[in-house]
């Protein structure tokens, strides 16, 4: 009862993807398109069809047996060898392969697989089922190995045959691609669940002339940063497999064919999530392939229509906003694996995996309502943002660091090649968000980046006798003459900071232009100035201690502020913290068992204790008044 909507509404700001935008208002996503492409199978692959339906037999009797003798490995294993099947020849004829060679070998172990919990195996894309499964030696079904063997045999002779009747389907797909988008080059990132696919693929392609590179779950990361690289120079087609594709930013993509479909839809939506981010300048087409004729493409084909219904209604993106992971997982495998051991019951089934979905989301929506309405953007906001010289200032301070030290700093493009003088190299490089959106796979340094926030820890503070730069102010009466300084109020406390600035103006004949102070800082952070030839006095240590006072005598309003500030924070904290403690010990002391009741108050007082040793920490402040910069002014009649 103490989650609330006013209790969270301070820490919760609440922006929806579909509502976000950009500086000009534009929405931050382009729109998306997702199509079904069903494949038939011609008179030419009648044989791969027919070992489609002989595979899918081999799984309906050996998942059966399975469940009947309780062993789910095995159930696992069927699964498996369905969606091999459907993914292409090459994946099923090296799964049968592996089958026949584990049938043939002794007996292992089972403990691992036999305390596997579908939710575990269920969070493991295709290829780490496929490395976990399929080689392991366990005790066959009835007559498995003699079936393994036809199925094998069955397998080789339609590869031997000729290309899957899904890779000619791509290979056309693509021709298509290039002639609608008008683009010879265009750019297509293909995803398959399993590496024999991915072999497959790769080579039908450059066989045709079609340039081609793979990432999959095997490579480091330096590996798949360079396929990166070489996708977005001249590669035509990335082939990536689900392990390979996480992390990966591809908005210079805007076309991705999912080569098989994953049962989980939330695996399907990560795969176009790689090129479906923040600076895609195209709409993202996402091409979903599947045969004709099959369990899977009915399954998915009436499911799409019914999830469709549920998403308009809730106000909802896709299916991973009302369920996570390992619940699609489960929710969905069960609703293909029902399907297609009974495809005549396939309605009812999809019907009640829809429901289950409807009734997560509508309890989603009840929990959302703790947040609040979405946010109105105000792209005024953003513009403002975008326009700071901070990128600037950061890129500036950077370079020019490296070529003072040692280092070196080249430019390319809108982009940076940099060299620290410990020998470290960054390449490509660049300081502001636009440019990371134009540069692909380039590293976007910010003060938060390690390296630059050491140099600005290098920065010097003032030293007594250093020069003091001097400024000339157009707007400025002439008769404005004095120092300049911005200063910086810091207030610390364990795991808790607040800083305002400061700015103080002292004329030379004494007096102190607090005005005159702000209308300086408004103008240097315009730009309104010229930097005077030469320097003006030195910081000696009669300027240093009057500017030290007028700060200090300044700055303890804002210090007091800061202060009163840090108090009202605590207060809330405080607020909020007893009433949590209080509301746990009410739960506590209805526990019916004495021992486990005294248990966890004690454990309850312990906690609090803690809580409140480390509040009373954090009453004790410690103020910093730190100079930024001093200046020379004098205004220009």
């Not at 459907?86 to 392969?97: D, G, M, P, V």
């Not at 009433?579 to 739960?587: L, N, S």
């Amino acid at each position: 009862e103490s989650v609330t909507r006013d209790r969270i509404a301070p820490y919760v700001i609440r922006t929806e993807k579909r509502r976000a935008i950009d500086a000009e208002g534009k929405p931050l996503f382009k729109p998306r398109r997702t199509e079904m492409l069903p494949v038939a199978w011609e008179s030419q692959h009648a044989d791969q069809e027919r070992l489609y339906e002989a595979v899918t037999t081999y799984v309906q009797e050996g998942y059966n047996q399975a469940m009947r003798e309780k062993r789910n490995y095995i159930g696992f294993l069927m699964i498996l060898m369905q969606r091999l099947v459907t993914s292409s020849t090459r994946a099923i004829r090296t799964a049968l392969e592996n089958r026949l060679a584990a049938l043939q070998e002794p007996e292992a172990q089972m403990t691992f697989f036999e305390t596997l919990d579908t939710e575990e195996w269920n969070d493991l894309d295709g290829q780490d089922q496929f490395d976990t499964l399929i080689r392991t030696r366990f005790k066959a079904l009835r007559n498995e190995q003699e079936e393994v063997r036809v199925l094998l045999n069955a397998a080789k002779q339609v590869e031997h045959a000729g290309p899957d009747a899904k890779a000619e389907a791509l290979l056309n797909l693509l021709y298509k691609l290039q002639q609608e988008e008008g683009d010879p080059d265009l750019k297509v990132l293909l995803f398959t669940e399993f590496v024999p696919t991915q072999q497959m693929l790769a080579s039908f392609f450059e066989e045709r002339g079609v340039s081609t590179v793979k990432i999959n779950g095997s490579m480091s990361i330096d590996e798949r940063l360079r396929a990166q690289r070489q996708f977005a120079g001249d590669i035509r087609v990335l082939i990536s497999t689900d392990a390979g594709g996480e992390g990966l930013n591809l908005q210079f993509c805007h076309v991705v064919v999912n080569y098989d479909m994953p049962w989980n839809p939330m695996r399907l939506e990560q795969r176009i999530g790689r090129v479906d981010r923040i600076g895609q300048p195209h709409v993202v087409r996402a091409i979903n392939f599947a045969y004709e004729d099959t369990v899977e493409f009915r399954v998915r084909e009436v499911l799409e229509t019914k999830l469709a219904v549920i998403l308009e209604e809730f106000g909802i993106d896709k299916t991973g906003d009302v369920l996570d992971s390992a619940q699609a997982g489960q929710l969905f495998d069960d609703l293909y694996v029902e399907s297609i051991l009974h495809p005549d019951e396939l309605e009812d089934k999809v019907a009640s995996a829809v429901d289950r979905v409807r009734e997560q989301a509508m309890a989603n929506r009840e929990a959302s309502s703790l947040l609040g309405e979405s946010t109105e953007l105000d792209p005024r906001a953003a513009r403002e943002l975008s326009d700071h010289p901070m990128p600037h200032w950061i890129e500036q301070m950077t370079t020019r660091y490296l070529l003072s030290h040692g280092g070196k700093a080249t430019q390319k493009g809108t982009g940076w090649d940099l060299v620290w003088p410990d020998g470290h190299e960054m390449k490509p490089v660049v300081f502001s968000a636009r440019d990371a959106a134009k540069v692909p796979a380039a590293l976007h340094l910010t003060l938060e980046s390690p390296r630059v926030r050491g140099i600005t820890s290098r920065l010097p503070r003032f030293i007594l006798e250093q020069p003091v730069p001097s400024i000339q102010i157009p707007n400025l009466p002439s008769s404005v003459k004095g120092h300049w300084a911005l200063w910086r109020i810091e207030i610390h406390t364990t795991g808790w900071s607040r800083r305002r600035m400061l700015s103080v103006f002292r004329q030379l004949d004494g007096r102190i232009l607090a005005p005159t102070a702000r209308h300086i800082w408004e103008q240097i952070m315009a730009g309104q100035f010229s930097l005077l030839e030469g320097m003006g006095d030195s910081l000696d240590n009669d300027l240093w201690s009057e500017l030290w006072r007028v700060a200090s005598e300044n700055g303890l309003p804002i210090f007091e502020d800061c202060v009163q500030k840090h108090r009202e924070k605590l207060e809330k904290e405080e607020e909020k913290s007893r009433y949590a403690f209080a509301a746990r010990r009410r739960t506590v002391e209805r526990i019916g068992l004495p021992e486990v009741r005294s248990y966890r108050i004690a454990q309850l007082e312990r906690e609090e204790a803690e809580w409140l040793a480390d509040f009373k920490r954090r009453q004790d402040l410690s103020p910093e008044l730190v100079p930024l910069v001093i200046i020379n002014v004098e205004g220009q009649s």
